[in-house]
């Protein structure tokens, strides 16, 4: 087993080949709009899941993440040929490809923001001019101590 710095110095070294990789070598337009998020290795250094995301053509059209899969499938080897030589191990890792799901979860956490700021605003609404159900003061005023003892 390797220790924990050396697999994240590996991981960070795969990801750095990959990225660059798909930007000079690997002509496949399909991987024109691919970044590559986020690099794991195995403890044993014998397997790396490479994280990645897919951007749109346009601000509003929809990316291609099955073409983006597929495209990286058939780059596999000639990626993994690239990290054996550039990372200088025994062992090159196999790849594995995960789209990343940061940028849906990112847009669930603002809408569940929006929802909370919302709610806030609704109850600030309801609270302005309420008046209290019970006593004006509803804490009771300490009793007057009794010399007599």
Do not use: C, W
């Amino acid at each position: 087993m390797a220790d924990a710095p050396r697999a994240r110095k590996l991981a960070k070294r795969i990801g750095q080949i990959v990225a660059s990789a798909l930007e000079h070598e690997v002509k496949d337009p399909r991987l024109a709009r691919v970044t590559i998020t986020d690099t794991k290795v195995t403890g044993d250094l014998h397997d790396a899941t490479v994280y990645y995301t897919v951007l749109g053509d346009k601000i509003d059209a929809a990316p291609d993440f099955a073409g983006a899969a597929a495209a990286l499938e058939s780059a596999k080897g000639v990626l993994r040929s690239m990290v054996g030589a550039g990372t200088g191990v025994r062992f090159t890792p196999t790849l594995t490809f995960v789209a990343d799901t940061v940028p849906e979860d990112a847009k669930h956490i603002d809408d569940l923001l929006a929802r909370a700021a919302a709610a806030d605003a609704e109850v600030a609404r309801l609270a302005n001019g309420a008046k209290p159900a019970g006593d004006p003061d509803p804490y009771r005023a300490p009793r007057p101590e009794d010399d007599a003892d």
